[in-house]
């Protein structure tokens, strides 16, 4: 649309690098060596309104994510986990030793899919229950090693995309052994390029005995934007 404008704005005075919504707030992680949390009132996108700030350990704090009514947040090589009891003051509840920095982390009810950003092994798969991981230091056979941009959950399967390498699916159903079951190699800085991964995934034949899982997927990505 052509009238499109800005309906409001908050500025923290010095930087953010990450934030999520959750519900009618919206949780704002400190840029470089900052170590707060700011909680911001969205209910009225008119009126912006800063509700608490909560210090933190964490700086540069690489991704958030909103979960299970908790703040997850990736920073230092550690993921650290907030309850929301009180969604104005986040609590920490558990530092877990990651040792890596992500590139993405996917959600379901009881798993965390996260995704190494760099070189090494390029998957690990944190329970959400124990806040333990399920699998960790995962180099799946057949995958190359290149920098993760984002990745996808849809049912058991995780859709990874890799700079310079194309786009892997990876079943998950059984999340102590993720299994590659097909990879496309996507042309680097190819224009729309997310529509040329859905057409070339659904000319290649996939063997899988989650054909219909894979199938409702791709549909499912063909509406994604990354």
């Not at 230092?76 to 990651?98: F, H, K, Q, R, W």
């Not at 920095?101 to 090494?120: L, M, P, Q, R, V």
């Not at 299994?179 to 991964?197: D, E, F």
């Not at 899988?208 to 997927?217: A, M, P, T, V, Y």
């Amino acid at each position: 649309p052509s009238d499109v404008k800005i309906a409001g704005s908050y500025y923290n005075g010095t930087g953010a690098s990450r934030f999520v919504i959750i519900g009618t707030y919206a949780y704002i992680g400190g840029t470089g060596g900052n170590t707060f949390i700011d909680v911001v009132d969205i209910s009225n996108p008119y009126n912006l309104t800063l509700m608490a700030t909560v210090s933190t350990t964490t700086t540069g704090n690489t991704l958030m994510y909103g979960a299970n009514n908790k703040l997850y947040v990736s920073a230092s090589n550690n993921i650290y986990v907030y309850g929301l009891d009180n969604p104005l003051l986040p609590t920490l509840e558990a530092t877990i030793a990651a040792g890596t920095t992500y590139g993405s982390i996917e959600f379901d009810s009881n798993y965390a899919y996260c995704s190494k950003a760099f070189s090494g092994p390029s998957i690990e798969i944190l329970d959400l229950n124990t806040n333990t991981f399920a699998v960790q230091n995962v180099n799946i056979p057949g995958q190359t090693t290149t920098e993760i941009i984002n990745a996808v959950i849809q049912g058991s399967i995780l859709y990874q995309y890799q700079a310079d390498s194309g786009l892997y699916l990876i079943d998950v159903s059984d999340p102590t052994n993720p299994v590659l079951i097909n990879s496309v190699v996507v042309p680097v800085n190819t224009g729309g390029r997310n529509k040329l991964w859905v057409k070339t995934l659904k000319s290649v034949p996939i063997f899988s005995q989650r054909e219909k899982d894979i199938e409702d997927s791709l549909n499912f990505l063909e509406g994604m934007s990354f």
